[in-house]
């Protein structure tokens, strides 16, 4: 998957995009395999809900989050609004880049929540609004999982 330009400040991909980035451009790593796993540093199967990293580890730059992309949702809402913040504040400061593991799901789908919930560059009534107005102009094959999740969820994350 190739490199995914929204703005020159905002880009989405996948694993082969993690780290072909410039030093001072801050960049969330949407999956747990490996990005998560490595920044954590467990080699269990996965953490205890209750490890303080169990969610999301972040650094200065980078944002690691514990996210697989079932079919059936298994995401928790504050782990988006995690991403949001720390996407938002990171947009503000610089350059973001924001990757999964193939860039067609996880990823995409997080820039599409930051340009509709906290920048104002898509629609913010439903997913469905903003997904129809994000796949007109990027591409875009979120999976069932985070799919349903986004709608059932969509008034309940921050703007």
Same mark, same amino acid.
């Given at each position: 998957m190739t490199q995914t330009f929204i703005s020159e400040r905002l880009s989405y991909g996948g694993q082969d995009t993690c780290k072909a980035h410039p030093p001072d451009q801050a960049v969330?790593? &949407?999956?747990?395999?490996?990005? #998560?796993?490595s920044a954590v540093g467990y080699t269990a199967k996965s953490l !205890?809900?209750?490890?303080?990293n169990y969610l999301a580890h972040r650094t200065k730059t980078d944002l690691y989050l514990n996210l697989?992309?079932?079919p059936?949702?298994?995401?928790?809402?504050?782990s988006f609004?995690?991403?949001?913040?720390?996407?938002?504040?990171a947009y503000? &400061?610089?350059?973001?880049?924001? #990757?999964?593991?193939?860039?067609?799901?996880?990823?995409?789908?997080? !820039?599409?929540l930051l340009m509709a919930k906290r920048l104002g560059h898509?629609?913010?009534?439903?997913?469905?609004?903003?997904?129809?107005?994000f796949e007109a102009l990027y591409p875009y094959s979120p999976g069932k999982g985070i799919a349903r999740f986004l709608t059932d969820n969509w008034g309940g994350l921050s703007s």
């Open positions: 969330v790593h &949407a999956c747990k395999e490996p990005c #998560h796993r !205890a809900p209750a490890h303080p697989i992309d079932p059936v949702p298994l995401f928790k809402l504050e609004e995690i991403a949001l913040d720390f996407m938002h504040t503000k &400061a610089g350059p973001l880049h924001i #990757h999964c593991n193939q860039g067609q799901s996880r990823a995409p789908s997080l !820039a599409l898509l629609p913010n009534s439903s997913y469905a609004e903003a997904r129809s107005a």
